[in-house]
T-cell receptor, first 115, second 112 residues
Framework: EPEVTQTPSHQVTQMGQEVILRCVPI?????FYWYRQILGQKVEFLVS????????KSEIFDDQFSVERPDGSNFTLKIRSTKLEDSAMYFC?????????????FGPGTRLTVL | AQSVTQLDSQVPVFEEAPVELRCNYS??????LFWYVQYPNQGLQLLLK??????LVKGINGFEAEFNKSQTSFHLRKPSVHISDTAEYFC??????????FGAGTRLFVKA
């Protein structure tokens, strides 16, 4: 069964450093998403991406965040200058085009630890 | 705006007992509803979904949920739980847009 994959599974970085989290969505999906989950809290929407542009973003997704589809398979989330409060689990998701119910398939997550 | 309320943050239950995890949503438009399970240190796995049609939906691992439009609820049930069901359960709603809204989660703790 096709699945969303994410790398790395765990990333440790120093405050102020840039990190790039990578995702490979399901191959025939055209919508891509990033969510985050701070430890012990709910899963929060960050951004959605379609046709090489952001379609919706939350207030969390400020100027330090960016997303990109650098090639036909990868989808990345970049955090330019990490802060302690960016420590969280980051989930990538993807969904098909052309269906109304937008079932999103989630990857296993990348745990980001900012020291 | 949509919102999801999971009424219980923790639910302790003995093995082989039935369990119900409660979820209420708020939306002014039609919704699609989902339950996800998260085992410790793992990602989100879809348990079941309500898209349309029958209001009783069955999912994996013996779970089922009932969509009640008048009460705006989508409670998750299992008639007999196992130790392996210990996990965090998230109710989520989508209105066909880009964003899925998650509840705060319910931690199910199954005791022997």
């Amino acid at each position: 069964e096709p699945e969303v994959t994410q790398t790395p599974s765990h990333q440790v970085t120093q405050m102020g450093q840039e990190v790039i989290l990578r995702c490979v969505p399901i191959s025939n999906h055209l919508y891509f998403y990033w969510y985050r989950q701070i430890l012990g809290q709910k899963v929060e929407f960050l951004v959605s991406f379609y046709n090489n542009e952001i379609s919706e973003k939350s207030e969390i997704f400020d100027d330090q965040f960016s997303v990109e589809r650098p090639d036909g398979s990868n989808f990345t989330l970049k955090i330019r200058s990490t802060k302690l409060e960016d420590s969280a689990m980051y989930f990538c998701a993807s969904s098909e085009a052309g269906v109304s119910y937008n079932e999103q398939f989630f990857g296993p997550g990348t745990r980001l630890t900012v020291l | 705006a949509q919102s999801v309320t999971q009424l219980d943050s923790q639910v302790p239950v003995f093995e082989e007992a039935p369990v119900e995890l409660r979820c209420n949503y708020s939306s002014s438009v039609s919704v699609y509803l989902f339950w996800y399970v998260q085992y410790p240190n793992q990602g989100l796995q879809l348990l079941l979904k309500y898209l349309s049609g029958s209001t009783l939906v069955k999912g994996i691992n013996g779970f089922e949920a009932e969509f009640n439009k008048s009460q705006t609820s989508f409670h998750l049930r299992k008639p007999s739980v196992h130790i392996s069901d210990t996990a965090e359960y998230f109710c989520a709603v989508n209105t066909g847009g880009f964003k899925t809204i998650f509840g705060a989660g319910t931690r199910l703790f199954v005791k022997a």
